[in-house]
């Protein structure tokens, strides 16, 4: 085992495991990841010990960076996906950060979004942002919270984000997570193929009608890139809306597509951006 001496000796057992090859797999950490690797008491001994040494630097209480030997813990360099993934027990990266980090994003943003069952502060460490969003509470009912998520590797580490499919979705739902109309669509569009089942069950799971209208709009316009047929789309016509709901509320007017159901405003409709 590990135990602190003095503020600059550690004494170290043959049997256990060294704490520097620790530090090399895992980049951002949490104290119960340490804890689950040397115990309680120890843990607490190794991050004293080595924020002293300059080779661990704290984001927050309960939540680290390793440091390599030599660099100054101030400016070390600290992965922003890694350390959304580690905020909470349950992060899933979403919105924006997931179109980033699925290739797809058209921008990289300086805020961090993910996915968590409990509401969070909002967070900055140096000049990146972190917001939590809760798990849409019909995933929760459902115990579906992890529905159109996959997990992909960051710096050897393993993140879990959302899917293609869900964060297609999802970017549809909430476009200010996503930089707004046109960060979003340049984005989507950059999807090579997406599975319309699996959209068609994320949506089934959501049971929100203007979902179903959004999707169908979006997937309509994009049907030859998709390669969507007609008979997924009158699948998802069957639960629009019965009136025409607006896709951004805050803005009055906007253009009726009729099909869908769904006001969407002028300069998507019309694309405007792709005058300029």
Not at 242 to 262: E, F, H, I, M, T
Request: charged share 30%; hydrophobic share 35%.
């Amino acid at each position: 085992m590990y135990r602190v001496k003095d503020e600059n000796k550690v004494e170290i057992a043959s049997s256990t495991k060294d704490i520097s090859e620790f530090l090399e797999i895992n980049p951002v950490f949490t104290l119960k990841d340490l804890q689950h690797s040397f115990g309680v008491r120890q843990a607490s001994d190794l991050i004293f010990y080595y924020k002293k040494k300059h080779r661990v630097g704290a984001v927050k209480e309960g939540l680290y960076y390793a440091v390599k030997p030599g660099k100054n813990p101030s400016v070390s360099a600290v992965d922003s996906y890694l350390l959304a993934s580690k905020i909470t027990e349950d992060s899933v990266i979403a919105f924006h950060t997931a179109l980033e980090l699925l290739g797809y994003a058209h921008s990289l943003f300086s805020t961090v979004y993910f996915f968590s069952r409990r509401a969070r502060p909002a967070m900055r460490f140096r000049e990146t942002h972190f917001r939590c969003v809760m798990v849409p509470e019909a995933l929760q009912k459902k115990s579906a919270p992890s529905f159109g998520t996959e997990t992909t590797e960051r710096l050897g580490v393993k993140v879990t984000l959302t899917g293609k499919e869900r964060t297609l979705v999802e970017a549809l739902e909430r476009p200010h997570y996503c930089g707004g109309f046109e960060e979003m669509y340049r984005s989507l569009e950059k999807m090579p193929f997406i599975q319309t089942e699996i959209v068609h069950r994320y949506l089934d799971l959501r049971e929100q009608k203007n979902l179903f209208a959004r999707t169908g709009y979006f997937l309509e316009r994009h049907r030859e890139q998709f390669q969507v047929e007609e008979s997924f789309l009158k699948k998802l016509e069957r639960s629009i809306p019965a009136q025409p709901l607006y896709w951004d509320r805050s803005k009055k007017g906007g253009v009726l597509n009729k099909r869908w159901n769904l006001i969407v405003p002028e300069a998507v409709d019309k694309r405007n951006w792709e005058e300029h």
